[in-house]
């Protein structure tokens, strides 16, 4: 019987947080997570849980470390967050495993919360984009056009002096 199980990644994860995700157990890399949660079966007593992301060129960020006692009849998931920044560490979350329904509670959870920050996050450049446009229009009237305006009026009364 699977004892642990690691939670599969999330498609807003992997679109925002991008890389492979490897998973150590006891010194030992036992997987790659991606769309498929992993399970395994772990003898009773402690266990060391090392999880990190690749990253360009590859180098290695995020790693996260935990260890956990697998007691006999107890069931175990893990869930890493990558780091928001290069130089953070990941986080490992552990909890007691119920079933299948607590699982996919998480990930919707997960799912939701890191889509609405992308989405938001995107709004907000978008808005910065949009008022840069909009700056650059109005630098060029106060350079350009304003000159050229004030010079031909400036003209103009200048000719209507002399005529």
Do not use: C
């Amino acid at each position: 019987m699977d004892n642990f199980v690691v939670l599969r990644r999330t498609q807003s994860e992997i679109d925002v947080f991008g890389g492979v995700v490897f998973i150590d157990i006891d010194g030992k890399n036992v997987g790659v997570l991606a769309k498929e949660n992993l399970r395994f079966d772990l003898a009773p007593g402690k266990h060391s849980i090392k999880m990190y992301k690749s990253h360009t060129m590859g180098t290695f960020i995020g790693v996260a470390e935990a260890v956990i006692d697998i007691i006999e009849g107890e069931s175990l998931f893990a869930r890493y967050s990558a780091p928001l920044m290069l130089n953070q560490p990941g986080n490992i979350v552990i909890a007691n495993y119920n079933s299948e329904q607590q699982l996919e509670s998480v990930l919707n959870e997960v799912e939701a919360s890191i889509y609405k920050d992308y989405t938001d996050q995107k709004m907000r450049i978008q808005r910065t984009k949009e008022e840069s446009e909009k700056n650059s229009t109005n630098l060029f009237v106060w350079i350009f056009a304003m000159p050229a305006i004030l010079g031909l009026l400036f003209w103009l009364i200048e000719m209507s002096i002399i005529i």
